[in-house]
């Protein structure tokens, strides 16, 4: 018998992602050759806060919770509830300029793995845990059309200029977290079209385009920005316009060089990487 995953929600408006979630834990447990039952339900905070703390001893919220209902959790015939939270999905989904659905799917994959018994209390355990979780998303959802575009190996792609200061920083910044790292001259190899629609998806357009280029002000994107079709068009056709230095790295982008905030955005992708306790000031 395959896996049946039935869906609810405790909001209307979450009614569809559940049944969307749902439906990729099926071919999830297609692919995995599972038999049994699941239920999933998308809920707001206050719900999980309530589950959390009722069975779990724990008076906080999280982004999913797993209840294995089998007598045998050793048994071949899988038998759970899983409840996912909206509210920590779009947080996340918000932070990491992702779909909620694809945040939804990461919660649903990492409840169902701890149900065929992964543990995620060691390093070891949880790198392993979340390299499976990756490898079930990208069969399910795809990988990212820039996935491509990642060399063999390599973490991440840097988009920047040599006499580019900024560039620079976070050429430090990727050695220090011991970071492979592709370098790409942003005008001779500039990104795609692909790439460029990928990166804008989720984000304001003007963030992309570099605030300290004379053209910037000179053509009043300051005040009047440039709609996300205007900017596409601007990075294709004027790369340097693009806000340098830009990385393409795991499920997302980032443009320009703030230490703080590149830290974050690297530690999201990295997290078994440490980055420095501190870096050099942004340079102009």
Not at 86 to 101: G, S, T
Not at 102 to 128: S, V
Not at 158 to 184: F, H, W
Not at 249 to 254: E, T
């Amino acid at each position: 018998m395959p896996l049946t995953v039935t869906a609810s929600a405790s909001r209307p408006s979450d009614d569809p992602a559940a049944k969307r979630v749902a439906r990729l834990l099926r071919r999830a447990g297609h692919l995995l050759n599972l038999a049994g039952e699941l239920s999933v339900r998308v809920a707001g905070d206050e719900e999980v806060r309530d589950l959390h703390r009722r069975y779990l001893k724990d008076n906080s919220t999280t982004d999913v919770l797993t209840f294995d209902l089998r007598d045998d959790p050793q048994g071949p015939i899988l038998s759970g509830d899983m409840i996912i939270s909206a509210d920590r999905a779009a947080v996340e989904a918000r932070k990491r300029r992702v779909p909620v659905i694809d945040e939804m799917l990461t919660y649903a994959l990492h409840g169902l793995l701890h149900l065929l018994g992964h543990d995620d209390a060691t390093k070891d355990q949880a790198r392993r845990m979340a390299d499976e979780t990756r490898r079930l998303f990208n069969i399910l959802r795809g990988p990212p059309p820039w996935r491509s575009v990642l060399a063999t190996g390599a973490d991440l792609i840097l988009y920047g200029l040599s006499d580019c200061p900024r560039c620079r920083q976070a050429r430090r910044l990727t050695r220090r977290m011991n970071l492979a790292v592709e370098e790409r001259d942003i005008l001779r190899q500039p990104p795609t079209k692909v790439v460029l629609t990928e990166a804008l998806r989720g984000r304001e357009p003007v963030e992309a385009l570099d605030p300290r280029h004379p053209a910037f002000a000179a053509r009043g994107y300051d005040r009047n920005p440039p709609g996300k079709f205007a900017t596409l068009g601007l990075m294709l056709a004027e790369p340097d316009l693009i806000h340098r230095p830009m990385i393409v790295a795991r499920r997302g982008f980032s443009f320009g060089f703030d230490p703080k905030r590149i830290k974050e955005f690297l530690h999201a992708r990295f997290p078994d990487k440490a980055a420095p306790a501190s870096d050099d000031p942004p340079g102009e």
